[in-house]
């Protein structure tokens, strides 16, 4: 199983791993095939249900380090950052 965060809710370890061995469309394979297999070679010991909450948190972090070109310690932080912003405010509105 998967070292959690701090307030056991997070696998940071896992999701940095993830970021840095797969690309943002590899990681988006893996989750349909997740959602249309029950099972995903990126992350094939979780359950499904953290397997989808590890593999959207892991996409996120790759999405910022292609696109913008964060670096991955970066991206991590603009996750928490994000994580904490939600669990504090809710999700954020479009605009």
């Known amino acids: 199983m998967a ?29 349909h095939h997740q959602l249309d297999a029950g099972n995903n070679p990126c992350a094939p010991d979780e359950s ?16 910022l380090m292609e696109e913008p070109g964060y670096s991955l310690s970066q991206a991590i932080r603009e996750l928490g950052r994000r994580i904490r912003q939600v669990q504090q405010y809710g999700s954020p509105q479009e605009g």
């Open 3 to 31: 070292e959690q965060g701090k307030r056991g809710t997070t696998p940071v370890r896992e999701i940095r791993e993830l970021a840095r061995r797969f690309s943002e469309a590899e990681i988006e394979n893996c989750i």
């Open 48 to 63: 499904a249900k953290e397997a989808m909450a590890v593999l959207a948190k892991a996409e996120y972090v790759r999405q």
